[in-house]
């Protein structure tokens, strides 16, 4: 280590207590000495990520809201209703910081020659208690920026570039040709379409409104469905008999659409049957649900014959499977294509103490299509 390390540092951290009450506050907390593998980065930007606000807000409340101060800092607090404290069960009692992954530049180091060869570099970061202004944490999770990157580019490196890219890479390992891609007016959705076009892969974008469809193929989605149409389903059948896509990434989750989407293929698969079945067509169809954005019940109705799944995907344990070989391959991608396929677009940057804010923390909570907040821990 060459460099004084902060005294201290703000923290946010999110608590269920036993007595059903949520609070999300900042802390004043000492800043950790690295280990001989590790660095200290003084942390500019990190996302708000739908898969953030699960652990940020757990099961609270957000109507019975309420803001008040601790030891000079924020707080927010919040009911949990009955059923949430039973989903919470696991995490009571325990301040959990929050933040997926984020960037910010190496101050300090471990006596590790790869930890020795960070220092005051720019780097992406993944592991977890992001939205803080310091973060101590091992060489392997860091990812070294080209010289020059801003804050914001490199801030969201990892969720949404490798979960798109993991998308493709499914698709390749379990044997389909193309993907359908719900929320696809994301900024997810966003990358996914121009790593399509740039691979050859034909793709389906779902989307929920005229005017998200237009977003879309004006940055060159072919295949665009608007949910909020009359003509949906049939619309979404003919695009998959054109694609010929069997394998589908839904980041609703609740409601009808997954079981749509199952339905959709198998009337395609139809199409291009030759003789009639009364099991349906033998053509393997699968939906992956990846995100909660309606947090209803799944519903399906049973018309797509007997060949399909249903099923969760999340990064991490897709990553672990596929080895760091390949982890490695698409982090590369990302890096070299981090201001084109991967660049993420931000409508509001906040400050730590203002995420706790009333009107900002509602706006962000709604996880709104075309709404991303940047979190960046120094701002005043």
Known sequence: MTDPIPQHGLQLLSLVTAEGKLEVSLVDQPAAEPREDQVVVKVLATPINPSDLGLLFGAGDLSTAQVATRDGQPLVTAD????????MAGRIGEAMPVGNEGSG??????????????????????????????RTLRVADCLVLPDGTAPADGASCFVNPLTALSMTEVMRREGHSALVHTAAASNLGHMLVK????????????????????????IGAVHVADSSAPDFLDTL???????????????IGGGKLAGQLLSCMEAAAVKRMTT??????????????????????????????????????LLT????????????????????????????????????????????????????????????????
């Open 195 to 218: 790593i399509c076009a740039k691979d050859g892969i034909p793709l389906v974008n779902v989307v929920r409104s005229p005017a998200q469809a237009e977003l879309l193929r004006g």
């Open 80 to 87: 949990v209703p009955a059923p949430g404290m039973r989903a």
């Open 105 to 134: 530049v190496v101050i300090a180091a471990g006596a590790s020659p790869a930890a020795q060869a960070l220092l005051g570099k720019t780097v992406a970061m993944l592991g977890g208690a992001m939205y803080a202004q310091y």
């Open 276 to 313: 009639y079945s009364r099991y349906g067509s033998d053509t393997f169809k699968q939906v992956y649900i990846y995100g909660g954005l309606d947090l209803a019940p799944t519903t399906l109705n049973r018309n797509f014959g007997f060949s399909w799944a249903l099923g969760g995907f």
């Open 317 to 380: 344990p897709f990553l672990v499977k596929i080895g760091p070989q390949a982890v490695q391959a698409l982090k590369d991608r990302v890096v070299a294509e981090l201001t084109t396929t991967f660049a993420s677009h931000y409508t509001h940057e906040i400050s730590l103490t203002e995420a706790l804010q009333p009107e900002i923390f509602a706006a962000y909570a709604k996880r709104a299509t075309g709404s991303k907040y940047l979190i960046c821990p120094h701002k005043a």
């Open 237 to 251: 059948t003919a695009m998959m008999v054109e694609t010929g896509a069997t394998l589908a990434f839904d980041a």
